[in-house]
């Protein structure tokens, strides 16, 4: 048995100097807070976030979203129209792609003083020390100021909205530290590090009401409101922007400072505690700070202890270490940032790309990695997504002239497709629900499964069969064009049959005709016919490709996502030839431009590597040096947009993979992993892969 807390232990976050672009966080999944060193938000403008935190500028003059038109495209059945970016309405378009966009609800942060009365910088801190302990998702962060301690520890309620803080320090009783809350208007940036527009007060409105020890704040942007509970223990004084002392404390965030507010204690404690809630709507409760440490602690030891687990300490291969740090680390950040009601933005709850809007084709790489690690509590939470988006991806598919549900790409919980060619044209997502749904079923074979399933599943499969076409001279389905395919380097407009692409339908609506078997009805005739007759996977020179006629692949189009191998690995092998992707394979590990991809595409190179017998190259994916590959002190990854959980989640995805093995791996232990002593992996509560 895994002695689990000694696992998580050893991979605990210590830092001793400033980071101004890698936060660290504490967080239920659907809510997170970054800190600097001092545990709070003071010298960097960290973010908080949220799954339900939103808002929309107002519309352009005169026009409603509705009066969206798009372009119309032909299609092999016909012209079609998509969601792109219309020439004739450029505002409306560009509005569309931008709102509703995820916001920052606040900044909380350290008001410093030093003996002078000058604000206190960051150079001013002496002796740092900060300790993230991964157990109990507690913020230890410890320095001096003018030679006076400061202790501030941090954490996140996992029930709650809400992050509480403990400060001890000699400054308080003297004066010289305050905690400051400020609020920021939307800021409109479509990749933004630090969120949020504090020079614009008069965009917004903030209203505070106090009693006792607690104070209220309601927060209004345009049409977005959204709640700020403060609560504090023993002697303190709260004031909000009218009582500010101009000059001597520079707001946090900016030089507006009309909705700032500021806590500082009064008496002779050198000890304030406190709790700050956020939520939709007004609460008529906020925990205190000693039950939200309380529950962080128990919410923590709870996950580390249930689901999976690998230990790979007993190796010999010196990157052991490595690969276990980023396993843990991906594992906590996974939980504080990506486990809430909605898919995760690809920044988690981080920062902000893309508006903040996740990416459906990206769910798959975010999420996948709960089912294998038996985090199914946790995985149900944003599956309901398929439900919430199912009668407007019904709409879509009827108004595209298909049958069933057709997904959408980057979007919100409205289900909107934020208007863009790649957005409109992209497909691999589609299959995701189907995928999703088997590994559902894998772990639980029951009626239940079936039911909540059922329709999401022929649905796809139902646009899966109708959004490929016949074409009378060759006498088969083919797929596009138009099609954006994985990589997205090809033209739309004359990419035909996408490797990648073949095989995901193929494995949809074999996987489908299953269920259709499991309830007791008849193979479904439509599906079968396109299943039997899709075009084959492309192949020239013996090895397959990334689309049907492509040119000089291996020369120009060798970079980007190698989906070309995703066929046999991620996914199980539909239509594939053995021979021919094991020669694929050898071409892609040496003549692919890996500074060239994205951060999921290396645990999709392990995977394909491992499913043809290959462990010491599916090893060496996972720890390749590629700058596009690598893990933080914190655990935070690159590979696109920084930082870019994909990595995170397809590493997890990939090792449970590897170690649990999968659907027709040999009976060998940990089968994705050499099998010799340099790699020893114990293992428990994991899942194979399909």
């Known amino acids: 048995m895994i002695d689990r807390h000694a696992l998580v232990a050893r991979h605990r976050v210590v830092r001793d100097a400033l980071n101004p672009h890698s936060p660290l966080q504490v967080g239920n999944g659907g809510f997170a807070f970054g800190v600097d060193v001092t545990g709070l938000q003071t010298f960097v403008p960290f973010n908080t976030m949220s799954d339900w935190g939103w808002h929309s500028f107002p519309l352009p003059s005169g026009q409603h979203a509705s009066d969206?038109?798009?372009?119309?495209?032909?299609?092999?059945?016909?012209?079609?129209?998509?969601?792109?970016?219309?020439?004739?309405?450029?505002?409306?378009?560009?509005?569309?792609?931008?709102?509703?966009?995820?916001?920052?609800?606040?900044?909380?942060?350290?008001?410093?003083?030093?003996?002078?009365?000058?604000?206190?910088?960051?150079?001013?801190?002496?002796?740092?020390?900060?300790?993230?302990?991964?157990?109990?998702?507690?913020?230890?962060?410890?320095?001096?100021?003018?030679?006076?301690?400061?202790?501030?520890?941090?954490?996140?309620?996992?029930?709650?909205?809400?992050?509480?803080?403990?400060?001890?320090?000699?400054?308080?009783a003297a004066g010289?530290?305050?905690?400051?809350?400020?609020?920021?208007?939307?800021?409109?940036?479509?990749?933004?590090?630090?969120?949020?527009?504090?020079?614009?007060?008069?965009?917004?409105?903030?209203?505070?009401?106090?009693?006792?020890?607690?104070?209220?704040?309601?927060?209004?942007?345009?049409?977005?409101?959204?709640?700020?509970?403060?609560?504090?223990?023993?002697?303190?004084?709260?004031?909000?922007?009218?009582?500010?002392?101009?000059?001597?404390?520079?707001?946090?965030?900016?030089?507006?400072?009309?909705?700032?507010?500021?806590?500082?204690?009064?008496?002779?404690?050198?000890?304030?505690?406190?709790?700050?809630?956020?939520?939709?709507?007004?609460?008529?409760?906020?925990?205190?700070?000693?039950?939200?440490?309380?529950?962080?602690?128990?919410?923590?030891?709870?996950?580390?202890?249930?689901?999976?687990?690998?230990?790979?300490?007993?190796?010999?291969?010196?990157?052991?270490?490595?690969?276990?740090?980023?396993?843990?680390?991906?594992?906590?950040?996974?939980?504080?940032?990506?486990?809430?009601?909605?898919?995760?933005?690809?920044?988690?709850?981080?920062?902000?790309?893309?508006?903040?809007?996740?990416?459906?084709?990206?769910?798959?790489?975010?999420?996948?990695?709960?089912?294998?690690?038996?985090?199914?509590?946790?995985?149900?939470?944003?599956?309901?997504?398929?439900?919430?988006?199912?009668?407007?991806?019904?709409?879509?598919?009827?108004?595209q002239g298909f049958r069933g549900a057709r997904w959408p790409k980057c979007t919100t919980a409205g289900g909107l497709e934020s208007p863009h060619v790649i957005n409109a044209l992209l497909m691999w997502q589609q299959p995701h629900a189907i995928f999703l749904a088997e590994l559902d079923y894998q772990a639980h074979p029951d009626e239940g499964t079936l039911r909540k399933w059922r329709d999401i599943v022929f649905d796809t499969a139902d646009f899966l069969a109708s959004s490929a076409f016949w074409d009378e001279g060759t006498s088969r389905y083919v797929l596009g064009p138009p099609v954006h395919l994985v990589s997205e380097n090809t033209d739309p407009g004359s990419t035909q049959n996408p490797t990648f692409e073949l095989a995901y339908w193929r494995f949809g609506l074999r996987v489908a005709q299953q269920w259709r078997e499991r309830l007791g009805l008849h193979p479904d005739p439509d599906w079968q016919q396109v299943h039997d007759k899709l075009a084959p996977l492309p192949v020239q020179d013996e090895a397959y490709v990334l689309h049907e006629g492509v040119e000089n692949m291996w020369t120009q189009k060798n970079y980007e996502h190698p989906a070309l191998i995703g066929p046999f690995g991620w996914l199980p092998g539909d239509g594939v030839d053995v021979p021919t992707m094991a020669r694929t394979a050898d071409r892609v590990f040496t003549g692919w431009q890996f500074d060239r991809i994205w951060g999921w595409d290396f645990p999709m190179l392990a995977m394909c590597a491992a499913r043809l017998g290959r462990p010491d190259d599916a090893v060496d994916f996972l720890l390749r040096p590629a700058d596009r590959f690598q893990f933080d002190d914190a655990g935070l990854a690159t590979g696109g947009p920084f930082p870019y959980f994909p990595s995170n989640g397809g590493l997890l995805y990939a090792v449970a993979f590897m170690a649990a093995g999968w659907d027709g791996a040999t009976d060998r232990h940990a089968p994705g992993f050499p099998a010799d002593q340099r790699w020893v992996v114990r293992f428990e509560g994991l899942s194979p892969a399909l």
């Open 176 to 399: 010289q530290l305050a905690i400051v809350v400020d609020l920021p208007y939307a800021d409109g940036q479509e990749f933004a590090e630090y969120v949020g527009d504090y020079g614009r007060p008069d965009a917004h409105v903030s209203t505070v009401t106090t009693y006792g020890q607690h104070a209220g704040i309601t927060h209004r942007m345009d049409s977005t409101e959204y709640h700020v509970d403060i609560a504090w223990e023993g002697h303190g004084v709260f004031a909000g922007p009218d009582s500010a002392v101009p000059g001597n404390h520079p707001p946090i965030g900016a030089a507006a400072d009309r909705h700032r507010y500021r806590l500082a204690a009064q008496g002779p404690s050198d000890q304030v505690s406190f709790v700050c809630a956020f939520a939709q709507a007004p609460s008529d409760s906020v925990p205190t700070p000693g039950a939200t440490f309380a529950a962080s602690i128990r919410g923590w030891r709870q996950y580390w202890l249930s689901g999976g687990a690998i230990d790979l300490s007993e190796s010999t291969d010196p990157r052991w270490r490595e690969l276990e740090r980023r396993i843990i680390l991906s594992r906590y950040l996974m939980r504080a940032n990506e486990a809430g009601s909605l898919p995760p933005q690809e920044a988690g709850l981080v920062n902000n790309g893309w508006h903040g809007k996740f990416h459906m084709e990206m769910y798959w790489w975010h999420a996948a990695h709960w089912a294998l690690w038996n985090h199914w509590p946790i995985l149900d939470r944003s599956l309901s997504i398929y439900e919430r988006l199912h009668r407007s991806s019904r709409q879509r598919a009827k108004e």
């Open 68 to 172: 969206f038109r798009g372009e119309v495209w032909d299609t092999p059945g016909g012209p079609v129209g998509f969601p792109i970016p219309n020439p004739d309405q450029p505002e409306l378009s560009s509005w569309l792609y931008a709102n509703p966009a995820r916001i920052n609800l606040g900044r909380i942060g350290l008001e410093l003083t030093l003996p002078d009365g000058r604000a206190a910088v960051a150079d001013d801190l002496k002796n740092i020390r900060q300790e993230l302990d991964l157990w109990t998702g507690i913020i230890d962060s410890r320095f001096e100021l003018a030679s006076e301690p400061v202790h501030v520890r941090t954490c996140c309620h996992p029930d709650h909205d809400a992050m509480a803080v403990e400060i001890d320090s000699p400054l308080i």
